[in-house]
Nanobody, 124 residues
Framework: QVRLVESGGGLLQAGGSLRLSCAAS????????VGWFRQAPGKEREFVAS????????DYADYVKGRFTISRDNAKNAVYLQLNSLKPEDTAVYYC?????????????????WGQGTQVTVSS
């Protein structure tokens, strides 16, 4: 079993930066593919970014490409999402998700574990 806990959310102005963290418990973290998703009020949960267990592959949604960066530190059992040049439309609850069966990137089916989320609010 893997438990994921997000942190680092907050309230900030447009153009600002934030780093989200996803801390994981469990011995299998180093083999875990991890994705970040977000959900704004009244909207469907959508893919943001993903990283393979080795860190060798990353994928991004078009609407965050060039602004967000996903990374991981397996020694610390953590995955990070650096958010730069934030826009009001980035306001959402951000969730990290993990899966160890296959790398599914934006596909939610490959993720077996989900965190509780952290709120990011960007004001204009």
């Amino acid at each position: 079993q893997v438990r994921l806990v997000e942190s680092g959310g907050g309230l900030l102005q447009a153009g600002g930066s934030l780093r989200l963290s996803c801390a994981a418990s469990g011995r299998t973290f180093s083999r875990l593919n991890v994705g970040w998703f977000r959900q704004a009020p009244g909207k469907e949960r959508e893919f943001v970014a993903s990283i393979s267990w080795s860190g060798g592959r990353t994928d991004y949604a078009d609407y965050v490409k060039g602004r967000f960066t996903i990374s991981r530190d397996n020694a610390k059992n953590a995955v990070y999402l650096q958010l730069n040049s934030l826009k009001p439309e980035d306001t959402a609850v951000y969730y990290c998700a993990g899966g160890n069966t296959y790398y599914s990137g934006s596909g939610r089916g490959g993720y077996d574990y989900w965190g509780q989320g952290t709120q990011v609010t960007v004001s204009s």
